[in-house]
Structures are given as structure tokens and as C-alpha cells.
T-cell receptor, first 112, second 111 residues
Framework: DVKVTQSSRYLVKRTGEKVFLECVQD?????MFWYRQDPGLGLRLIYF???????EKGDIPEGYSVSREKKERFSLILESASTNQTSMYLC???????????FGPGTRLTVT | DQQVKQNSPSLSVQEGRISILNCDYT??????FLWYKKYPAEGPTFLIS?????DKNEDGRFTVFLNKSAKHLSLHIVPSQPGDSAVYFC??????????FGGGTRLMVKP
């Protein structure tokens, strides 16, 4: 079974803080993704990576950056957290060239 | 502009009856469609998919129908069970291993 784990289930940060969200997958998948989920808006892609050190912007990359130094790990960074980044963050991975993505349990981030 | 839309934010169905969840899309280049189910405090899990060259795919109680001319797909659950209560997302693949998701529909199956 594919397992995607995220470092925290719940996180509370203050405005202006730098925030790191970590994601690890154990199935040697090439592709990894970061989404945010907001009510009524579904899942929106922030960034994705198709290989180590490679990254591509998704639909809403502003205010975020990512890092992929190892194949199994994909980090999302909020350089200076803002209240409008309060959301559920979901990490996913997939095995190229299949389309099915496997998701982690999510991190609910609250920025106050 | 949302390329994948689920116009019903919620749906309530009696146990044992059919649940029909709908999804519309605008991009004719989408070549593969997926449905995901999400329980609270969990990540989405893959449910069923369909290629754009097909019009129906069935897996147990779940059937997905694709109408390319109408740019519409639907997920049928028969019979519905209380454990099916969750948020359902449709997703569409275009290019580059990316998926575009709809806004989700919350299904409530009443015992």
C-alpha cells in the first residue's frame, strides 16, 4: 500500500512566520504535489515536482515555495504566513505515467 | 475560471437508493477523469476513473458515465450505504501529470 505522510495534522502559526510543511511518500513515486483545499473551491494545485530538484508552478503558487532534495520528500514553504493562507494542505504522489494520485491525511494550518 | 465544476454542493439520499453525483467540465482536451472520496480529517482516496475514449466504467456499486458531447460526467452509487457519506471530488487530467479538481459534493446517506 502506498503511504503518504505529512509532518503535522494541525498547525497554528502567527502572521509573518515562516512555515514548513513536510511530506514523505514510501512508494518511489516520481511525481509529488501540494494542494490546498478550501470549501467550495475543491483542491487547488500549488506546486508539483516530477523529479528531484525539479518543480513546476500550479494554479496558485503565490506566497509559496517548495523543495525536493530527495525523491521521497517534498516540502512546502510559506515564506511569510498570512491569514489568507489558513487552509487544509494536502500532499499527493503518483507514479508516472499513471494519473491516479495518492494523498496524505492533510495538515490543517491556521494563521492568526 | 473553474474548468471542472460540481454544481451541487450537497446531496442527501436514503439508504438503499441511488446516489447520482454530477460534474461538468469546459476543457475538451481533458483525456481522463477520476472520482475521489474524502472523509473528514483524511486525505482523498481514489474511487473510480474513466478514459475519454469510453462512456462507462463500472466497479461494484460505483459506475461512472461520461458524455463527451455534453462535457458531463456522473458517478452513480447503487445501492447507497451510510458509509458512503463523504465529500466526492471529480478530477480531470489534461497534460503534464496534473489534475484539475471540482469543488466537491457532500453526500449524506440517511439510514
Amino acid at each position: 500500500d502506498v503511504k503518504v505522510t505529512q509532518s503535522s495534522r494541525y498547525l497554528v502559526k502567527r502572521t509573518g512566520e515562516k512555515v514548513f510543511l513536510e511530506c514523505v511518500q514510501d512508494m518511489d513515486h516520481e511525481n509529488m504535489f501540494w494542494y490546498r483545499q478550501d470549501p467550495g473551491l475543491g483542491l487547488r494545485l500549488i506546486y508539483f515536482s516530477y523529479d528531484v530538484k525539479m518543480k513546476e508552478k500550479g494554479d496558485i503558487p503565490e506566497g509559496y515555495s517548495v523543495s525536493r532534495e530527495k525523491k521521497e520528500r517534498f516540502s512546502l514553504i510559506l515564506e511569510s504566513a498570512s491569514t489568507n493562507q489558513t487552509s487544509m494542505y494536502l500532499c499527493a504522489s503518483s507514479l508516472a505515467p499513471t494519473y491516479e494520485q495518492y494523498f496524505g491525511p492533510g495538515t490543517r494550518l491556521t494563521v492568526t | 475560471d473553474q474548468q471542472v465544476k460540481q454544481n451541487s454542493p450537497s446531496l442527501s439520499v436514503q439508504e438503499g437508493r441511488i446516489s447520482i453525483l454530477n460534474c461538468d467540465y469546459t476543457n475538451s482536451m481533458f483525456d481522463y477523469f477520476l472520482w475521489y472520496k474524502k472523509y473528514p480529517a483524511e486525505g482523498p482516496t481514489f474511487l473510480i476513473s474513466i478514459s475519454s475514449i469510453k462512456d462507462k466504467n463500472e466497479d461494484g456499486r460505483f459506475t461512472v458515465f461520461l458524455n463527451k458531447s455534453a462535457k458531463h460526467l456522473s458517478l452513480h452509487i447503487v445501492p447507497s450505504q451510510p458509509g458512503d457519506s463523504a465529500v466526492y471530488f471529480c478530477a480531470a487530467h489534461n497534460a503534464g501529470n496534473m489534475l484539475t479538481f471540482g469543488g466537491g459534493t457532500r453526500l449524506m446517506v440517511k439510514p
